[in-house]
């Protein structure tokens, strides 16, 4: 082979896995280019940001990360509703002379709900704007949580807890939306990952914190600190929550500060249609949104929902412990996750960066962030099957930190892939980031609410470790195979395109 043909083949793999980044040649006015330089210190941004500082993207630091606060806390508090009565699971069984699995279809319940309302809430936002929507959401959820606390009977309970569901929904679905609307191309993995990581925690911190509210206070005040909770959300959106969906220059006459926050009108005239309403569903036909979807959903269903719902009955047969002791083996999924943020979104940023760097300041393509999410099924696969063994191991009534080591693992992975993936679905159409988190949401919560009908059956059926070989067959075949597959024919498509 010639050295003439080596170097062509070097060009050739070099074009094929990187795009031109699109601040190359800006079509912009001297004035515009100056006032990014002066607000940004460089043109190379995607997307390129107006030249208004009502833009989103254009806010001070401290307000993006304030707002960002405040719609991934929101997040968490969707998943940390739905979890929080876990522990108060017995009391309800007794309360309402019902069984231990009818009482945890107060959380199944509510898992399907946070998948399926926000497919109302992201039109309703992209017509009226993100911060009405907001306020809505909190409000509304504060008084439901309220008519849970003073419920008398299973069905008025379960009335208010799909009401709650409904209204603490939207940020499951427009959240990604958000950290869109805000950031910039470089800086969405680490931000996306703030969201997702509080999406994650919400699951294990509600059973940790309320196990103790439930063993001490009783059941009623687990719904009344949920409602003292969503008012203290209210109150930070009304004074920290502007408006992020950004349609061009505000109308003469109102300042930044007024549009921002005390405008409460129709900000798209664009009229509803029925698609609005399913359009996300439509997304399932792009294969780089689609199979991140499925392969995420699988390892959450097994790593934070099983996890989540399985914990207090396997722990409670093997040792007997009480709604106190049950919460405390929550610590080790919060420790995992957190820890696994650490790594997937910062990482996966570093990750391209580099990659930017070595491809003289080309953009690589987005499967090129896929292989930081390796990491994360490999430890999902051993944390997984430490947690089966390691229980399976202890003597009974004799407690070990074993099995919370296997925990710890499987949740680091589990929030590596999360947000990998998730970015990388977004990456590929940032210019459908909303509706992406809303598909992506119900594939997940779907998947998480037929979980609990079969997880208890797949335990009693197969054991701990025979749990454990069916759980790894299912994310090796349906998570991972897949995942490298798309990744292999992401770059061949990609390499074609540009060769053709």
């Known amino acids: 082979m010639t050295a003439e043909s080596t170097n062509n083949m070097a060009k050739e793999e070099k074009t094929a896995d990187a795009a031109p980044l699109e601040t190359a040649d800006l079509d912009i006015s001297a004035e515009h280019r100056e006032y990014i330089l002066q607000r940004h210190g460089t043109l190379q941004l995607d997307p390129i940001p107006s030249a208004d500082p009502a833009d989103p993207l254009n806010w001070p630091s401290w307000k993006k990360h304030a707002n960002l606060c405040l719609v991934a806390f929101h997040a968490m508090m969707t998943t940390f509703i739905a ?238 412990f009480n709604a106190q002791e049950i919460g405390l083996q929550f610590l080790s999924v919060i420790i995992g996750t957190v820890l696994g943020e650490q790594f997937g979104g910062p990482f996966s940023d570093f990750f391209m960066k580099r990659r930017t760097k070595a491809l003289g300041g080309q953009r690589p393509n987005p499967e090129f962030r896929l292989w930081s999410s390796y990491l994360g099924f490999a430890c999902v696969v051993v944390g997984f099957v430490v947690f089966c063994v390691q229980l399976d191991r202890a003597v009974p009534m004799r407690w070990n930190v074993t099995p919370l080591v296997g925990i710890t693992i499987a949740a680091f992975g589990n929030q590596v892939i999360t947000t990998v993936l998730i970015t990388y679905a977004i990456d590929c159409h940032h210019e459908h980031s909303a509706s992406i988190g809303v598909f992506i949401g119900l594939v997940r919560q779907l998947w998480g609410f037929i979980g609990p009908f079969w997880f208890p059956d797949m335990f009693t059926t197969l054991g701990l470790r025979g749990s454990a070989g069916l759980v790894v067959g299912i994310v090796v075949v349906v998570s991972i195979l897949p995942i490298a597959l798309l990744q292999w024919l992401g770059g061949k498509s990609r390499t074609k395109s540009v060769s053709s």
């Open 83 to 320: 979890s929080g009565v876990i522990p108060a699971y017995v009391e309800f069984a007794k309360l309402f002379d019902v069984s231990l699995q009818k009482a945890s279809y107060y959380t199944s319940v509510q898992i399907l709900f946070l998948g399926v309302a926000p497919f109302f809430w992201k039109p309703v936002s992209n017509r009226f704007g993100r911060r009405p929507v907001w306020l809505i959401s909190t409000l509304g959820a504060m008084v439901c949580n309220i008519g849970c606390a003073e419920s008398r009977s299973y069905g008025a309970m379960m009335a208010c807890r799909v009401l709650v569901a409904i209204f603490i929904s939207p940020p499951m679905g427009i959240g990604s939306g958000v950290v869109t609307e805000t950031f910039f191309q470089h800086e969405r993995g680490q931000k996306m990952g703030i969201w997702t990581l509080l999406v994650t925690l919400g699951p294990p911190i509600g059973p940790f914190i309320m196990g103790f509210v439930t063993y001490h206070l009783g059941w009623q005040w687990v719904y009344w600190i949920f409602a003292v909770i969503n008012a203290a959300q209210f109150v930070g959106y009304l004074f920290f929550g502007p408006e992020t969906r950004y349609l061009g220059p505000h109308p003469p006459g109102l300042t930044p500060f007024q549009a921002e926050y005390l405008r409460v009108r129709r900000i798209d005239p664009t009229p509803f249609s029925l698609s609005d309403f399913y359009q996300p569903l439509l997304l399932a036909r792009f294969r780089n949104i689609a199979v991140p979807a499925v392969s995420y959903a699988i390892v959450f269903g097994f790593c934070s929902v099983l996890l989540t719902v399985e914990i207090p009955q396997l722990f409670e047969l093997k040792f007997e």
